[in-house]
């Protein structure tokens, strides 16, 4: 008799897509590795920055929410956009999420495994350590684990968001007892981009705003649970939006408290940056000691490679549901389709972690030129980051498309802000024109490749 080849239905529930989806975010990950790019950006306005992107992204969840409620699809990327705009549109977008965005995903999320294992190592032991050592752990292990099927992937998801989440409420907590007598709402005005016009203040809240949507990337994870999940049409719009929302706050209340602790001084906070931003002691790192001691900052240490990790494992599992999904819907090989009796799609996790190992090698090899070892891990996470973050925009634009369609006015409105947002984040962020020469040449080429499977 010959296998069924299916992911294990209802082994999911709504509390396993609401933190599968906090996991993709990577609340420590995001705000150990990006604060000091807001910072540098918005300086003493960045909980305002926080604050509008929060609203924005709220617009872009929306199309996922709309669309959610109405499909479950491991391959969901593909799936609402194949139903609403047509299946070759679908596949377009299924591979720019999938090749282009997951898979350069995996890899700048191992390589930030690298980059903070070190920072952390070095914060709380003074030790240097190699982080191409590190880089391969979360390769290893999220593997393995993945391989056993979603139930350990989700478990684990649920341990690490719960405690990271606890300690950097604790960090927020005794950072406004400890500087109550600077409590205001000067950071949430514009006067703390220190510009000197109204135009230059816009333009600096506009550069925050770029920087702090990275921190949300990953909401969307849970819906390539749609095949597992427990009435997956009412669970994972519910989850996903909700676990928005609430990383937003944290954001919002974490940002704020970095901003109490540096001071709205223009001088401190450039300090601040130089030093995120260069090879020596991350300042996140620092202010974390001031307030939890050195067992506090050994404990944000291990739970930020935690939530690299957990981010990883995510990532992982939804990328490979992608391709599982894709491979049922004929569009890849069949030998994708097949899973282990673990309910786990094997060939599609093999292939995921193959290629996003790849992706390593090639954006350290760009970075070659970067001077230390550790200046070009760096460069090589940032460099993999801008790339993939592109493809990205251009994935959820197409959903905000699709959820245009579906909807009455109030609706398409919200859409439209939507896709207004990602199209500014996407011309602000192609810094290189390398980038844009890139996005064209992978756009035919999935064309190309579309009509190939067609004539099949």
């Known amino acids: 008799m010959e296998k069924e080849n299916k992911l294990q239905k209802n082994s999911v529930s709504i509390i396993g897509d609401f933190f599968n989806s906090l996991a993709g975010q990577a609340p420590t990950y995001s705000i150990a590795g990006g604060t000091a790019l ?28 709309i669309l959610s409620k109405r499909f479950s699809h491991s391959a969901s990327f593909y799936y609402y956009v194949s139903n ?10 299924g ?39 590190l880089i391969v752990i979360p390769i290893i292990i999220a593997f393995i ?16 968001s719960i405690i990271e989440i606890g300690i950097l409420l604790l960090f927020v907590g005794f950072s406004f007892i400890y500087n109550k007598q600077n409590l205001s709402l000067a950071p949430f005005t514009l006067k703390g981009t220190f510009a000197t016009s109204f135009r230059g203040e816009l ?42 929302i609430i990383m937003g706050i944290l954001y919002i209340l974490v940002t ?8 709205v001084n223009y001088n401190a906070i450039n ?24 067992p506090g900052l050994i404990i944000f240490s291990i739970l930020t490679l935690f939530s690299v990790f957990a981010c990883y494992l995510a990532t992982l599992n939804a990328t490979a549901r992608m391709i599982y999904g894709m491979s049922k819907e004929n569009l890849l090989h069949k030998k994708f389709e097949e899973v282990n009796k673990y309910k786990s799609p094997k060939n599609a996790l093999f292939l995921s972690t193959l290629l996003s190992s790849v992706t390593i090698v090639i954006f350290y090899l760009i970075s070659l030129d970067s001077g230390s070892l550790i200046n070009q891990t760096y460069n090589a996470m940032e460099t993999a980051y801008a790339i993939d973050s592109l493809y990205y925009v251009i994935s959820l634009a197409l959903l905000s498309v699709s959820a245009f369609v579906l909807t009455k006015i109030k609706g398409k409105i919200i859409s439209i802000i939507g896709l207004v947002i990602l199209m500014i984040t996407f011309y602000y962020s192609i810094v290189n024109i390398y980038y844009l020469i890139a996005i064209i040449l992978t756009a035919a080429l999935i064309i190309f490749s579309y009509l190939i499977i067609k004539r099949k």
């Open 271 to 294: 300090s601040f940056v130089s030093q995120a931003q260069g090879a020596g002691l991350n300042p996140v790192y620092i202010l974390m000691k001031k307030y939890l001691g050195n």
């Open 84 to 93: 609403v705009l047509g299946i070759p549109t679908g596949y377009f977008n």
């Open 203 to 244: 333009a600096a809240i506009s550069g925050g705003l770029i920087f702090a949507i990275t921190y949300f990337m990953g909401f969307e994870v849970s819906t390539q649970l749609g095949e597992e999940s427990k009435d997956p049409n009412k669970a994972i719009p519910i989850s996903t939006l909700l676990s928005t």
């Open 38 to 65: 807001i910072l540098s950006t918005t300086y003493a306005s960045s909980p305002l920055a926080m604050l509008i992107t929060l609203i924005g992204v709220l617009t872009i969840v929306y199309s996922v929410f």
């Open 95 to 133: 591979i720019v999420y999938t090749i282009f965005y997951s898979i350069i995903g995996i890899g700048s999320v191992a390589i930030a495994f690298g980059y903070l294992g070190y920072e952390g190592i070095y914060a709380s032991t003074g030790i240097k350590i190699n982080p191409l050592i």
């Open 145 to 160: 684990i993945a391989y056993f099927g979603i139930k350990p992937s989700v478990k684990s998801e649920v341990f690490v």
């Open 256 to 263: 704020y408290a970095i901003i109490l602790n540096v001071g």
